[in-house]
């Protein structure tokens, strides 16, 4: 499958950072009124991507891989703190909350972290082995408040994702694993004591998880957000180019359709109260134009996003020529794999660390690429579905974001790209603004 060795290591090669606002066209504006629907190839599962959640089932009890080892525990660089404030400039704060040992059962003991007054959303990462899938057995808030409730992975089918019983949902993820509080008005975080459980499983053998000893690190940015629901915010974007369809870094804030995207992406967040800051643009050297997702082949994207190596910290977006799916369906298209719902903030990147964006267009398939950027960016920094992808009969579940329409097929966050979609509703914009790299924006 791949073109080269996964471990080949040749690193990401960076150029000079092109301005911080590069001189991007007008958007065009007439992607939502092409005439074309926005429907990929008939079959078509999780057209916008296998993010962790955007499969079925059957695709993600097994998506997972790695080789090696991926543990990432180093702080960042918040700057200096004081003792006032211990939030410093950023409005965030990290907390090295240790090591937890999951045993055989894949259960770890308890595990506590104290929380600053003052924080209003909380992004808990885990780091383990990178082909063993990390969750949160069980998690209390201040005051012993539930976030996810301990019965959860008993009563539950599947270990993947926790919904109906967790309305603030979350995500296994492969290797690293990101969770962000609150990701829905029905939850809250605050200071004081926070108390958690990790589980560790394996997916190798499809349908069937199985409980493993993992040793993983524990961390946990607060993040203070007072004026979340006014607040105008800003992201910065690392755009890894891998030459997919000749588009080099030397040339890819000059190529329209690049352009036209990030034109789009300005669009879309700015309906959030999110700017895009920095556009930098980097050469990366990645194992396979390529890129296989699902049925235990998830390295692949882990393996693609380590490629991208050290870059400022920003939202890392890498372009491949083509992502695909494996299913019991087949191989089929995927527009875009976010890297975790949220992904985690890594000084230096990670395997988790980013977006891969396939350019490639299927025949007759109309252009969205503007609006998958903005939907695995959105995924990246905390949102769900807002109606995932319909079972073989019934309908697909909703989230738990009152705000957003039942299958609202305007809606950025809704599994399947249709023609003008791209909205983001007001809780939907708070829960994006609890995300640790959403940095403030201009006033
Ligand atoms: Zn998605």
Redesign the pocket.
Known sequence: MYEASAADPRPTRPIPVRGKRPPCRAVDGARGATGIPYALAAGCLGC??G?GT?QPDAVQQAAVSDAGMDVASAPDADGAKDAADPFGATERFWIDAGVATANKDGQASLLSFQVPAGTTSVEITFDGPAATLLTLAELSGPDGRIVVPKTWLAESKSPYRCTVACPNRIAAGPGSAAFLVPNTPAASAGGGAWTLRAFAFSAQAPGTPLAVDATLTVGVHAVRRPDVATRKGRIDLNLCMSGAFGIGADIALQHARIQDALSEVRTLFAGARIEIGAVRVFDTVVPSMIVQHGLGADAEIGDALAAIGEVPEGVNILFVQRIFAVTEAGAVPVLGVAGGIPGPVRPGGGRRSGVVIGLELGAGQPDVLGRTLA?EIA?WLGLF?TTEAPPASGIGAHDAIPDTGDDDVSNLMH?SPAAGSGKLTLQQTNVLHGHPLVGAGSP
């Open positions: 916008w991507g993010d955007d939907h995924h579905h599994w």
